[in-house]
């Protein structure tokens, strides 16, 4: 499919794309296993077939790597390249999180219950302070903690627990 250049003609690329979409199928499926349910299969997809339309346009023959073990590579890197371009949190933030939901379930499985927000800090030798400007992901329920507030009597305060729970009104200085 290689021209004497290592060069592709245009009806080649197109054989190309149709021999190897249900590779850039399976891998976008096989990612779509370990990401969250707001991440659509087809963006992952149309994100990878960038990415093997790139590995077609870039391969070169004399570099001795067969085409797909090259395109899988590309195609997966496309694909990590597009959720970190449309994510709105920071790497960092999010392994940030990912330590704090291990420490959670770590001490859920050792406490039975789930830990308070010293516990936490504790667990995983940290500040107080620190633990509570890590965010939460979307799908772990907000930490509940007592009210700071000098003239509140609220037992809790957390910004949305469910509809209809007393908050402290001054929940934006806790």
């Not at 799908?139 to 000098?150: E, G, I, L, T, V």
Request: include cysteine; charge should be positive; glycine fraction near 4%.
């Amino acid at each position: 499919m290689y021209t004497a250049t290592g060069k592709t003609e245009k009806n080649e690329k197109n054989e190309l794309l149709t021999l190897y979409m249900p590779m850039v199928k399976r891998l976008a499926h096989h990612m779509m296993g370990r990401l969250p349910p707001s991440v659509e299969e087809d963006d992952m997809v149309q994100a990878g077939m960038i990415g093997l339309l790139d590995a077609i346009s870039r391969y070169d023959v004399d570099q001795s790597a067969q085409f797909e073990a090259y395109a899988i590579q590309r195609i997966r890197g496309s694909m990590i390249d597009e959720l970190r371009h449309s994510d709105w949190m920071p790497r960092s933030a999010r392994q940030s999180m990912r330590k704090i939901e291990k420490a959670i379930s770590a001490l859920q499985h050792q406490l039975g219950r789930q830990p308070s927000e010293s516990e936490i800090a504790r667990f995983m030798n940290l500040p107080l302070d620190r633990t509570r400007t890590i965010p939460f992901s979307t799908n772990s329920p907000p930490m509940k903690r007592a009210c700071r507030c000098r003239n509140c009597s609220m037992p809790i305060c957390a910004p949305a627990l469910s509809p209809g729970s007393k908050i402290c009104p001054n929940v934006k200085n806790c």
